[in-house]
């Protein structure tokens, strides 16, 4: 039960440790994600220090599927991410290795008096990290205490005796517990623990080290099921990349451990060294093939058909391409892309009525090939300025509208998606009244949509007036429905009380995106000098 209790306290913890880390750090760990430079040293930092904030590799590797999945990411740019979370998951065993048991307690009473006095959110959020770091220290002091008890144990030490003699054993038994605990940490420390009270040596822990370097992947792996090609991709690449550093090792594990051992006295510190050791080597090692790694892996997972079928249809990247085709091509494209955006637009007003999960990944799955035209029609259109050496006025118009468009998606997928999720959590309801105003409201966005996309295609003036007269109209009925809200407000009807907050934030979300669409019928009219009004924006 010792035992037990220790490894508790020390994955929840660890769990807490990285609550606090990633509240210190915002937004900027997906932020840092999408900004991915191809260099991979850079890419190796990042790995580092990502898997620092959410102190498990595997977290890590998880958010890295999800952004292959949609498409923000590739396979070549997250490749040097992979090996910096290997290096960045021997910190924390770095830190445990330290000897701080006895710190525990009093690390973590510190952290919770600073918690429980200030108000300053940094402050609170630094001190939540103290007492996870506290948790840690106590779990490994509860499992040494326990160990002396095992040391009499006979069942527990034939248990021992049998993964000595059998290293695979050995490696696929703690890879399974890595993975099932989703942190190498808790066997490491636990190896830790072992080798401290003298039942386990450095030699016979590196197949632990092996196993939980293995087990690491078991995340990413599980994250990986239903994603599509590069997601997939992402993920067995994380576990290549662990078996390959194993095999790498296996055959020099003896002369390793010696070496190891040479550093300094302490079979614990030993175990820590070693697991940093092996992981950095490595990663020198397999930094160099990174290219020829991922273009091996992206044979080894292609595309499925169905995967093959979405993407750009009309953008066709031949050289020499005539200015006007070129841009015929990405104008149909943005056509194809705005189709998407109106049909996510026209949804969600059903994620208001019932709670529907699959049309939320519906949704979801749609931004998604937004996202990917929004690059590829982007990408399309910088490049055929950069070939004619610069941008025309029709060039610079277009990408601006499809800007409009995937900010448009973004909307639907992350506002109106997440009000949706707080009104059926809730089980609320809008008022009748109210649901008659948000539905009127939803049909005139819709309206605009389409009447937008007519105007962009054909480059009507006329259409163009009545677009920016309907996103006018808009405006008006959003301050009349606003008022009235009020008005029911102060009348106290419970509906309203309880869905204000959602009902305003929703009519706000729909006129930014019939904003948004009227945007283009602007520089239809630019020859009679139409100027948008910048507070409608």
């Known amino acids: 039960m010792i035992l037990l209790g220790g490894v508790v306290f020390f994955m929840y913890g660890m769990t807490m440790a990285?609550?606090?880390?990633?509240?210190?750090?915002?937004?900027?760990?997906?932020?840092?994600?999408?900004?991915?430079?191809?260099?991979?040293?850079?890419?190796?930092?990042?790995?580092?220090?990502?898997?620092?904030?959410l102190q498990s590799s595997g977290a890590v590797t998880s958010l890295l599927v999800d952004l292959g999945s949609a498409g923000v990411v590739n396979l070549s740019q997250v490749m040097g991410v992979i090996i910096g979370t290997a290096v960045g998951s021997t910190f924390t065993v770095q830190i445990i290795s330290l000897n701080f048991t006895k710190f525990g307690i009093p690390l973590f009473i510190a952290g919770y008096l600073v918690f429980f006095i200030t108000k300053r959110r940094v402050i609170k959020n630094t001190a939540g990290?103290?007492?996870?770091?506290?948790?840690?220290?106590?779990?490994?002091?509860?499992?040494?205490?326990?160990?002396?008890?095992?040391?009499?144990?006979?069942?527990?030490l034939d248990t021992l005796t049998y993964l000595k003699n059998s290293p695979v054993a050995a490696i696929f038994l703690t890879a399974f517990v890595t993975g099932v605990a989703h942190s190498s940490a808790v066997i490491?420390?636990?190896?830790?623990?072992?080798?401290?009270?003298?039942?386990?040596?450095?030699?016979?822990?590196?197949?632990?080290?092996?196993?939980?370097?293995?087990?690491?992947?078991?995340?990413?792996?599980?994250a990986a099921i239903g994603a599509n090609n590069v997601g997939r991709q992402v993920a067995w690449s994380h576990f290549f990349y662990k078996v390959g550093s194993v095999l790498l090792f296996l055959f020099f594990t003896d002369a390793f451990a010696t070496w190891v051992q040479a550093w300094e006295p302490g079979i614990g510190r030993d175990i820590a060294n070693a697991h940093t050791a092996f992981n950095i080597i490595a990663g020198i090692a397999f930094l160099p093939f990174i290219k020829i790694a991922s273009k091996y892996i992206e044979k080894l997972f292609p595309p499925t058909k169905s995967e093959r079928e979405f993407g750009p249809k009309f953008i066709q990247r031949n050289a020499g391409v005539a200015s006007t085709v070129a841009y015929a091509q990405a104008l149909r494209e943005?056509?194809?892309?705005?189709?998407?955006?109106?049909?996510?637009?026209?949804?969600?007003?059903?994620?208001?009525?019932?709670?529907?999960?699959?049309?939320?990944?519906?949704?979801?799955?749609?931004?998604n090939k937004v996202d990917i035209l929004f690059r590829e029609i982007k990408s399309f259109l910088v490049k055929y300025s950069d070939d004619s050496g610069h941008f025309?006025?029709?060039?610079?118009?277009?990408?601006?509208?499809?800007?409009?468009?995937?900010?448009?998606?973004?909307?639907?997928d992350k506002n109106i998606v997440e009000l949706s999720a707080k009104k059926n959590e809730l089980k609320l309801e809008f008022s009748h009244q109210g649901w008659l105003e948000l539905s009127g409201l939803h049909a005139v966005v819709c309206e605009t949509l389409i009447l937008s996309m007519s105007c962009l295609q054909l480059q009507d003036k006329s259409l163009a007036t009545q677009v920016i007269g309907k996103k006018r109209e808009l405006r008006a009925k959003e301050r009349i429905m606003r008022e009235?809200?009020?008005?029911?407000?102060?009348?106290?009807?419970?509906?309203?009380?309880?869905?204000?907050?959602?009902?305003?934030?929703?009519?706000?979300?729909?006129?930014?995106?019939?904003?948004?669409?009227?945007?283009?019928?602007?520089?239809?009219?630019a020859d009679n000098k139409v100027e948008p009004d910048a507070q409608n924006q």
Do not use: C
């Open 334 to 367: 943005t056509l194809r892309m705005s189709d998407i955006v109106v049909s996510m637009v026209k949804d969600s007003i059903k994620l208001l009525e019932t709670d529907n999960p699959d049309l939320v990944d519906d949704v979801h799955a749609r931004d």
């Open 392 to 412: 025309n006025q029709q060039t610079i118009e277009l990408l601006s509208f499809v800007t409009d468009l995937e900010s448009a998606a973004d909307i639907v």
């Open 484 to 525: 009235s809200h009020l008005e029911r407000l102060n009348q106290g009807l419970r509906e309203s009380i309880n869905t204000s907050s959602i009902h305003l934030e929703l009519l706000s979300n729909y006129r930014r995106i019939a904003s948004l669409f009227a945007n283009q019928a602007y520089s239809v009219l």
């Open 18 to 53: 990285s609550e606090y880390l990633q509240k210190i750090a915002a937004n900027r760990v997906r932020q840092l994600m999408t900004r991915l430079a191809d260099r991979p040293m850079e890419a190796v930092l990042v790995g580092i220090f990502l898997t620092i904030l």
């Open 129 to 156: 990290v103290f007492m996870g770091f506290g948790l840690i220290f106590f779990g490994l002091e509860m499992m040494g205490i326990a160990m002396n008890e095992f040391k009499n144990n006979q069942l527990f």
């Open 188 to 222: 490491i420390g636990f190896a830790m623990t072992l080798g401290d009270g003298g039942l386990l040596n450095l030699h016979d822990a590196m197949f632990w080290i092996y196993g939980a370097n293995i087990g690491t992947t078991t995340t990413a792996l599980i």
